[in-house]
């Protein structure tokens, strides 16, 4: 029988500041009114925004400070203002795992999406099912991959069935996979009847974000939860290059190159400039909506998140974008502003996608169900004994590239891989030591550790605790083999 993920990482005392602080915070009340003046928000359950970012770095975002040509002001201002958790993690770098892993929180390995174009269980409760119970509409606008080829027409390229859409069953604007339905200045998405909404001649950046204005400013009955999934500044896959917008690549020509991409071959000498191009692109849009909910009263009671589902690190690490378990791939950007978050601090801990659903749950008053692995990480804004406390390891599981796991430690990643190099698999039990990385002393992970004598005890110590992770998130206890040779 697997561990409980949650009662394997949260301890008694990491238990008692969450509950001290849920006691502390005002509870929400019960959905009302459908107003969107300030005063009738303040007596009602928070509504939700997930600005979803697809491939979008941490380092990326002008407030982590590590970036001198990034231009972000608005989402600067989201983190000047809220919490921005900095060392945040997805837990599988890859689209549609990590989404699937961020809306059940459940490891991908369960969610049935452990690599892209398998279909999300429909029996596994969500954030958008949970919140409807609670009163809440669920609205989805965008890129949503997490329909199989059988659940969506056009071989999972086109409209998604209804009952393949994960609980959002109110607006529906979307796409399963909006690479292939649209292109950067024209396409097609389907709304909740599978009509096409098409657009030309309009940055697709642009355009989704007039989809998601035009819902903020009606009148909402009942709090509300938006998910705006964005494809930008994820490349064109028919194109095989990112795609900014016009003019943007060439402001962009000469830009920063961070650390951890110069000092390897790849294709971010090509793919740089548009890249920067779709971030500000995306920072213009985030601006766009924050102020529609300023102007329309709903800003002061809703939880705006913006994140990412995975990094990018332009053919460095493998043959594409991301699949690995490099900072590169793994630190995703996570913001966090509104009722519960508005801390105006950095959180430095270790958290993961994993934990989003029941967060957001807790923060709105809402059961988070058993059957969620992940943990709410609303206390570490409210109390230093939960920081404290907190585990700060993040398993991470790794497809299509190869079939591995990893764990993240503020020191240390530690990775390992099926020997065979298999990646058409959702589990191994046999692996062998494939990467380790001190996070202290090489942030930009140029030197592998693994397999080097000297560190052999702080690799067998995070061997051990990786196998009690992979326990608690529902696969067998592998054998893990050490690496013999320094590479």
Avoid at 388 to 407: C, D, F, V, Y
């Amino acid at each position: 029988m697997s561990v409980n993920r949650r009662s394997f990482l949260f301890s008694t005392a990491a238990a008692a500041a969450s509950a001290g602080v849920a006691a502390a915070l005002p509870r929400p009340a019960e959905a009302g009114n459908g107003s969107n003046s300030g005063s009738a928000e303040k007596n009602r359950r928070p509504n939700i925004v997930i600005y979803h970012s697809d491939q979008f770095r941490w380092d990326f975002v002008g407030a982590n400070g590590l970036n001198s040509s990034s231009h972000t002001p608005n989402l600067d201002a989201l983190a000047a203002a809220g919490t921005n958790f900095t060392h945040a993690v997805t837990n599988q770098p890859v689209c549609g795992p990590s989404r699937s892993v961020m809306l059940t929180g459940r490891y991908a390995s369960e969610t049935g999406v452990w690599h892209n174009g398998l279909g999300l269980r429909s029996d596994l409760p969500t954030l958008a099912t949970e919140l409807r119970k609670s009163g809440y509409t669920a609205n989805y606008i965008g890129k949503w991959h997490l329909a199989a080829g059988s659940e969506a027409e056009g071989g999972g390229r086109g409209p998604v069935k209804v009952e393949h859409r994960g609980g959002f069953l109110d607006l529906w604007e979307g796409s399963n996979a909006l690479e292939f339905s649209t292109h950067p200045y024209e396409g097609t998405i389907w709304d909740r009847d599978n009509n096409p909404i098409t657009f030309k001649d309009e940055y697709r950046v642009d355009f989704l974000t007039d989809r998601a204005e035009k819902f903020l400013r009606q009148k909402q009955e009942k709090p509300f939860l938006l998910l705006i999934s964005q494809l930008e500044p994820h490349q064109q896959n028919d194109l095989a290059r990112m795609v900014g917008p016009k003019g943007s690549a060439e402001r962009f020509i000469n830009a920063y190159v961070p650390p951890d991409l110069r000092a390897f071959p790849g294709d971010w000498h090509q793919q740089l400039p548009d890249y920067y191009g779709a971030c500000e692109s995306i920072d213009a849009s985030v601006g766009r909506l924050r102020k529609v909910l300023e102007e329309q009263g709903l800003a002061e009671n809703t939880i705006f998140v913006f994140m990412s589902d995975h990094g990018c690190h332009f053919m460095t690490r493998n043959q594409e974008y991301k699949r690995s378990t490099h900072n590169s791939s793994l630190r995703i950007p996570f913001l966090i502003d509104g009722p519960g978050f508005q801390s105006a601090s950095q959180m430095q801990e270790i958290v993961g996608i994993v934990d989003i659903a029941p967060t957001l749950l807790d923060a709105a008053g809402v059961p988070v169900p058993e059957s969620m692995k992940g943990r709410s990480f609303l206390p570490l804004v409210h109390d230093a004994k939960a920081r404290q406390a907190w585990p700060n390891k993040e398993l991470i599981q790794i497809s299509e590239s190869m079939t591995g796991r990893a764990i993240r430690t503020k020191d240390w990643t530690y990775c390992v891989a099926d020997p065979t190099g298999a990646a058409n698999t959702s589990v191994s039990t046999n692996y062998h030591e494939y990467q380790m990385y001190d996070q202290r002393n090489d942030p930009h992970e140029l030197v592998n550790l693994a397999g080097r004598k000297e560190y052999r005890e702080t690799a067998s110590q995070l061997r051990e605790e990786l196998k009690k992770l992979i326990v608690a998130s529902g696969d067998p206890e592998p054998e893990i083999t050490p690496a013999r040779l320094y590479p």
